[in-house]
């Protein structure tokens, strides 16, 4: 062991000179860059551009362009980017990340390396954790960009179609992670290319990296339709449930058992009991009666596990919002999956709003490691290192501080219980706060900070609160957070991406103990990391400042994962008095330990997901590149869609003769499939089929399906009009089949898991029967096209006639998507009769139908 971390202490080491010695030549072109004009140094980046396109590799032109983008940064923001920020820059050109500790001006950081990158005109996404972070250092950074000559865009929610177009195209994006990904699965369901916003994935610089890629990476990305309506059998559930009686830790007697230690519940054998007469059926977990029991299980967890205010809050418009454990943002338009959502809202008697089914989805994983480079920062990343290197070949390179950290981190204090804890925080929060110095009071969720609001309010001391319910003010609470005698009280890492600067006379105290901020933790969260964000808050490039961790015995972490050892300890400090401190070496151990068993299982579950989702990865790429290839198609399409009728017509025939040849049923089968699906009534006899092989069978069926198609191409004369019905055809049926073949998949995901129980292994079973499904479904595309370009009714000299399908939510991240365009049937009257030569575009439509000529019969008609 002893020599395994010695040669990770080495190898870090030796890329640290490595980092030293290039930001040395990078300072070296500082004296002649501050001697050049405005206009000088400007006219630098269309020479380094050109320097590219005439073959000059990024890696060429780094130590130039940082050069030129840290005296911009001089000039324009009076920011002058320090030895080890430039250290930090290139690390992240590399596509790696660097831990650079809170306050070490990461912002800066980033500049030189988007600069450099920004100069192949390839684009660069700066991805940070929500909209406000890319409007401020958009609008910040971008007075830098622009003023080199560099476009920058920003990517929000709400922007139409057009405006994503215009960001995506400039030098530089700003954009969330979630918008991101929902346009890209959005891009790969739109109709035509003129509707995708993203061009392809070249280098994303994550801001708040381990946040983005580790802590939302448990969650897809999912774009949903609307499936039907269950919400009555929600609230039967909801009722059968609040009839149950049972404890947390599990009694002899009651109706249900929780495990503490993985969150899960289960109904015991007097609870089926219940359950059965209750419902009014003999065997709850009969075939006939899952889907029931699914219902009572969502019920049950919605119930005795999901807590208010901190796995979900309620808003003033009666909806539940998801409460990031991570952040305690509410994250807005996100909702549980498979029903646990709609199981929640029966429980708080708000409306029911209609489950949904699948329709496209990705995991942030998929996502980002599609891009050329990917790269991000954090403080707090090296308890991550195995994951980033495994998942997405990414390296943690510590990087030192431009000043020594002087902050004070005491040792934990743990009391007996949750009482004597709070009541220690306080009075450690009045004594502080008495000195002037302004205080950052930590919680795990919203539950908790408003707990230690209403006791600071007792003890009469102002304070301000950030947590979910007030996000809004998020950023101006946390900049007034280091003003002398301030007390902010904050969920988790809420405020993360704005520094708390120190106010006047705050870091003057006589005593070490009260100079600079005081961060106060409340409670141990179940990753280190989040803990070391927390703390970091304080100290930042130099400051004083202090933290102290209050911890008991009765928080969830120590609840779910602690030993009987720790009970002893608690009954025996119970006993001695409420105000006693533990100070225990084994308390400590048990601590960490506890947090790396949870990082462990947090791992596992990220790693599961990811597992999940390579196994559509392919199918999903092999789809989205053929709706690339139609939708961008200039010529056309008959080539594709021969293939697709020869494959077609080969199955059909293949299932009539399982043993080779047709005999007398199965001949008059295949004419009746061939006459239903892709030819007249009487233009396959069985006479001509007599006596003939079957691939001269499929070569007869070929020939005529050939001359049909020929004709109804012939009905669209123009060349354009034939493309556009090709596509529209293709687009229309492979949309539908892939939806539902994603919502299949969801489906199985989520049952495949009790095949452990036969001894088989869920991902290897899950694996083989998708493999199944896609060449099913890739079947039954190439059988619906062959059989709409045979059967479509077209009129003659008319273009397509597009409607919208129906409009289709996002959930995960459960955001308004923008109407999705596809080809849909229409039965209208014939208007063969009608002159449309005449009509202008913007002209009613003689056809009576109330719409401009060029939303109705100025497009094709598909029957």
Known sequence: MANIIQRLI?????????????????????????????????????????????????????????????????????LFPYHVQIMGGIVLHNGDVPEMRTGEGKTLT??????????????????????????????????????????????????????????????????????????????NMVTTFEEMSQRPLNYALVDEVDSILIDEARTPLIISGQAESSSALYHRADQFVKTLFGHEDYEEGDDYKVDVQSKTIGLTEEGIDKAEKFFAIDNLYDLENAALTHFVDNSLRANYIMALDLDYMVDENQEVLIVDQFTGRAMEGRRFSDGLHQAIEAKEGVPIQDESKTMASITYQNYFRMYKKLSGMTGTGKTEAEEFREIYNIQIIPIPTNKPVQRLDHPDLLYPTIESKFA????????????????????????????????????????EVLNAKNHFKEAQIIMNAGQKGAVTIATNMAGRGTDIKLGAGVVDHEDIEYRGLAVIGTERHESRRIDNQLRGRSGRQGDPGVSQFYLSLEDDLMRRFGSERVAAVLERFKIEGEDAVIKSRMITNQIEASQKRVEGNNYDSRKQVLQYDDVIREQREVIYAQRYTVITAKEDLTPQLMGMFGRTIDRLVDGQAPLGKLDETGTKDLIVQVESNLLSDGDLTEEALSGLKLSEVKGLIFDKVKAVYADQMAKLAEPERQLSFQQAVVLRTVDTNWSEHIDQLDQMRQSVGLRGYAQNNPLVEYQQEAFTMFNNMVGAIEFEVTRLMMKAQIHPQTAIQEEHAPKVVTTASQENLTDVTTAQANTGEDVSDIDFSKVGRNDPCPCGSGKKFKNCHGRAKIA
């Open 424 to 463: 220690a925080v306080v009075r450690d929060v009045r004594n502080r706060h008495e000195k002037g110095q302004p205080i950052l009071i930590g919680t795990v969720g919203v539950e908790t900070s408003e707990i230690i609001s209403n006791e600071l309010v007792k003890a009469g001391i102002p304070h």
């Open 110 to 187: 980033a500049t030189m390396p988007v600069y450099l990158n920004a100069l192949s005109g390839e684009g660069v996404h700066v991805v940070t954790v929500n909209e406000y972070l890319s409007a401020r250092d958009a609008t910040e950074m971008g007075e830098l960009y622009n003023w080199l000559g560099l476009s920058v865009g920003i990517n929000s929610s709400t922007k139409s179609p057009e405006e994503k177009r215009a960001a995506y195209l400039c030098d530089i994006t700003y954009s969330t992670n979630s918008e991101l990904g929902f346009d890209y699965l959005r891009d």
């Open 10 to 78: 080495e190898n870090d080491n030796k890329q640290l000179k490595k980092l030293h010695k290039m930001a040395d030549k990078v300072e070296s072109f500082e004296s002649a860059f501050a001697e050049l004009s405005d206009e000088a140094l400007q006219a630098k980046t269309p020479e380094l551009k050109q320097r590219y396109q005439n073959g000059e590799s990024l890696d060429d032109l780094l130590f130039e362009a940082f050069a030129v983008a840290r005296e911009g940064a001089k000039r324009v923001l009076g």
